[in-house]
């Protein structure tokens, strides 16, 4: 494009020429698929995909790899070329499928950041549209507001009180004021404040422009660099599993060494205990938990996205699962976010809608014409389709019902300045021209215009608007809103020029009561929060009356509950607990009460929507944004975000946050707990001076099928049907804790008793030979293993009917290990490297009593101890 390296300094007409578009009308479609086809999608690349071959050498440097290397070079040395070719097998094995599993994470948590794409208000043919940011081509007209991320670079070619907050391009962390005006040619990237940028935050007002560059185009391409977005994002569990399988090698490889020089010792081939040594530490060390962490992780997080929940982060998912309150917000979460203009307060009286509309008297369409100037949002042609926020959208049905269409009455009192809606006036004003003069249209919380305003209409003239007026409209304010409904005020002004001060001297011309229903399955989900241990308290900008009434209808308000409006929360902080709705809530407000309930322990979940969120958002233990109506600022801060902005999503979210800790805690209890048998069936054969009761290659053979695939599969539990029945776990409680480890200790001693206990009925009971004693032994703890999965129920739930047996992948991973498991004994050639031979029945009835015994023995305890807490409650 022609001028975009000095666009900055070039006047709002050459702009226009320049670009090959026009105000109001914006590019055809046409012309925009053509110059998408010339300068491509709107994007630049956040963060290169894992590469297939970086992802296969990242497992060569595992510990496991290098103890399995290690023993095939030491049967090379000895020239067991036999032995050494199934090291290798097994070292391809262990290889393929951590690879492939690594892939398949990556590849997951790939997937979900394509969701959390980005939009853009345009204009197209005539049309305000809302489109894929990547679609933006140069040429398009982009509307921004407060809480937008600019989307491309644009030419301001309209600004309305407009901020932008340019610290990750610039540096600076003051928020740059933003115009229309030309600056100097040479100016510094800082000083174009006729510019907006890409990957910027529009922190005030409002503006349009002309969008003059895309994706690797941008100053933001240039220097190839998307702050939040490309940074890696592990959780902190992940990291608590690497740092737990780190400390365990040492651990598991000292005692490798200590059972290996006690074997030589005692008599045994030095050879044989130095595979041994080996295969033990190969077979002990946890080497798959992180993958398979993340793995689960991905899973979840794809099981989330489909129920409308998508992670941004990693670490929500394990803290969603500690959460104990929810502070929501009220509009489009706890209600449906459909809103419907369903009351006028006019000064005569009231005027209610009808199936037709409003009766078209010259207060209501004072005040709705008011209401349809200052409005940002856009109706297409049917009224159920448009883009903006919902009550504007509502304002301008309520409009278009008595025959008032902004875009007609906008080519008689055209626009000439915004004065958008800011957090500390509460107010929103546009000024239109009307001959000599210009006409001030204002709209905000009614106690914020009622103080700006100075006359009202009686419906005849304007008179003052004394105290005793005032104190009518706010009475006139609680009784809508103890009907539920949300209210917003409306007035106006006539003045001389375009630059008079908006909000002074205006002229009240009544209220608007609006309805947005209570969401039908909001009293469901809040009941699950209860029973979850999870406190849902409402912060919200609107009325105290109007939130209390939302609250009682969903079932959030109970008997005795306090209900607390801005301004006074400081004074609260002591009886915190009993508060369950803060109405009029300043954002700052709301970071004081997510720091005041983070100090009094909670873990606090906190939706936002509006850029005045940010702070609150980041600073909650679980920051959550609303997708459909949420601002783009409040999305960065955010940990999580709502794509359907419902209630019962978050309460779907905790119970998938829980199910993944679960089920991360249960496939690592699982692994130590089969590895933990194998350390003390070869220790304590070693420590007797017996010989091996399992071999070298057949420690490193399970550890390639009982340490994948079953785990892989508690990895995918579906989770208990009443996890929400119990309290939030403490964050700081460890993934094994003194009670998950006093049961792999005692389930792995079993594990061993059974094993020894099938050895010594094949050697002493059934005087098999040799070879029939190591199948026996062998096949004895595979299978003991195999059903181990069983053991890792929750304590609680039935023996037959529980999240494990629900599990369809459970019964797919022990079909599978069972083949692979009793093949090789009836296979020579890998039998005989194994030193497996085909059992026969006498050999398979020690195998399935032997194997069996641990699952009875432990369900059978498990089945007593339950027994045992409700008597002793009792």
């Known amino acids: 494009m022609p001028g975009v390296e000095r666009v900055h300094s070039a006047a709002v007409e050459d702009v226009w020429q320049n670009f090959g578009t026009c105000p109001r009308v914006g590019l055809t479609d046409t012309e925009a698929r053509r110059r998408l086809a010339r300068f491509g999608p709107n994007l630049i690349a956040t963060k290169e995909k894992a590469g297939k071959l970086a992802l296969l050498l990242n497992q060569f440097t595992s510990p496991v790899v290098y103890l399995l290397a290690a023993a ?23 290889t393929g499928l951590g690879f492939f599993t690594e892939l398949r994470a990556a590849r997951s948590v790939e997937g979900l950041r394509a969701l959390g794409t980005r939009s853009a208000r345009t204009c197209r043919d005539g049309q305000v549209r809302v489109l894929a940011a990547e679609d933006l081509v140069p040429g398009d007209i982009v509307l921004v507001e407060g809480g937008d991320a600019v989307p491309a670079d644009i030419r301001l070619v309209e600004a309305s009180s407009l901020g932008a907050d340019e610290s990750t391009l610039t540096g600076e962390s003051v928020p740059v004021d933003k115009s229309a005006e030309p600056v100097a040619p040479n100016a510094r990237l800082a000083e174009r404040t006729s510019m907006l940028f890409r990957g910027t935050l529009i922190t005030r007002g409002s503006g349009l422009g002309v969008v003059v560059a895309t994706g ?15 940074e890696p994002d592990t959780s902190p569990l992940e990291r608590r599993l690497e740092r737990l399988s780190g400390q365990m090698v040492w651990v598991i490889l000292a005692l490798a060494l200590v059972l290996a020089g006690l074997g030589v010792a005692t008599g045994k081939d030095l050879r044989l205990m130095t595979e041994a040594g080996i295969a033990l530490a190969v077979a002990a060390i946890p080497e798959g938990l992180p993958v398979v962490a993340t793995l689960a992780l991905a899973r979840g997080m794809w099981r ?166 005032q104190d009518l409209w706010r009475r006139r304010v609680e009784e809508l809103g103890a009907r539920g409904l949300r209210v917003i005020a409306c007035a106006e002004r006539w003045v001389g020029t375009a630059d ?243 049961r792999i200790i005692v389930q792995a001693a079993v594990l061993t008793l059974a094993t020894f206990g099938g050895l010594a009925a094949a050697e002493f009971w059934f005087d098999l030979d ?74 398979w009835a020690i195998i399935l009593c032997a194997s069996f015994a641990p699952l009875l023995l432990v369900q059978f305890a498990t089945a007593a101890l339950g027994a045992r807490r409700p008597a002793a409650r009792a």
């Not at 004072?366 to 856009?378: G, T």
């Not at 020579?828 to 026969?840: E, F, K, Y």
């Open 500 to 742: 008079a001060q908006p909000f002074e001297e205006l002229t009240f011309l009544g209220l608007v009561g609006l309805e947005d229903p209570a969401r039908p399955d909001v009293p469901e989900a809040l009941a699950a929060c209860r029973a979850a241990g999870v406190r849902v308290v409402m912060v919200t900008g609107d009325h105290a009356v109007t939130a209390l009434s939302i609250a009682h209808a969903v079932g959030l308000a109970r008997p005795g509950d306090r209900v607390v409006e801005g301004g006074t929360t400081a004074e609260i902080l002591d009886y915190l607990d009993e508060v369950a709705v803060f109405a009029r809530v300043s954002p700052a407000e709301k970071l004081s009460l997510v720091k005041a309930y983070q100090e009094k322990g909670h873990v606090v979940a906190m939706t936002g929507d509006g850029v005045n969120d940010a702070p609150a958002l980041k600073q909650a233990d679980i920051g959550v944004a609303m997708g459909q109506r949420g601002t783009d600022v409040a999305r960065e801060a955010a940990a999580m975000i709502l794509l359907d902005d419902a209630f019962p999503t978050i309460v779907g979210a905790i119970r998938e946050g829980r199910v993944i800790f679960d089920n991360i805690r249960r496939f690592a209890a699982y692994l130590l707990a089969c590895n933990l048998s194998e350390v003390m069936i070869v220790g304590l054969a070693i420590l007797s001076a017996l010989p091996l009761p399992i071999q070298p290659l057949q420690i490193l053979y399970l550890n390639v099928v009982t340490d994948v695939f079953p785990a892989f599969a508690l990895a995918m539990c579906e989770g208990r049907d009443n996890i929400l029945a119990r309290p939030p776990r403490d964050p700081r409680e460890p993934i094994l804790g003194r009670t998950q480890w006093t």
């Open 216 to 230: 690797s185009g941008t100053e933001l391409g240039a220097v190839a660099r998307l702050v939040e977005q490309a």
């Open 770 to 843: 040799r070879a029939s004693i190591v199948t026996v032994t062998f096949l004895t703890l595979a299978f003991a293993q195999l059903w181990q999965v069983f053991n890792m129920r929750a304590s609680g739930s039935k023996p037959f009917r529980n999240e494990v047996t629900r599990n369809p992948w459970v019964w797919a991973a022990l079909l599978l290990c069972t083949v692979l498991l009793v093949a090789p004994a009836y296979f020579p050639p890998i039998g005989n490297v194994l030193s497996l031979v085909p059992p026969t029945s006498t050999m």
């Open 304 to 469: 989330m996205a489909r129920q409308n929940a998508l992670i941004e982060r990693l670490s929500a998912v394990e803290t969603l699962g500690a959460t104990t309150i929810i502070l929501t917000d009220k509009t489009g979460t706890l209600t449906e976010n459909r809103m419907t203009v369903r009351q006028l307060s006019l000064p005569s009286g009231k005027e209610d809608p009808t199936e037709r509309g409003y009766s078209a008297g010259p207060e209501a369409e004072r005040l709705l014409r008011v209401a349809v100037l200052c409005n940002d949002a856009s109706l297409g042609q049917g009224s159920d389709h448009g883009s903006g926020d919902p009550m504007e959208q509502a304002l301008l049905r309520a409009g278009r019902s008595v025959g008032l269409d902004r875009a007609a009455i906008l080519r008689e009192r055209p626009l000439v300045r915004k004065h958008a809606f800011d957090a500390g006036t509460r107010m929103m004003g546009t000024v239109h021209a009307f001959g000599s003069s210009h006409f001030v249209s204002v709209k905000g919380a009614p106690e914020a215009v009622l103080a700006a305003s100075r006359r009202a209409s009686d419906g005849q003239r304007d008179i003052p608007l004394d105290d005793v007026a």
């Open 72 to 94: 095939g070079a030491l049967s090379l040395y000895f020239g067991d070329w036999q032995e050494a070719i199934a090291i290798i097998a097994v070292l391809a094995i262990n």
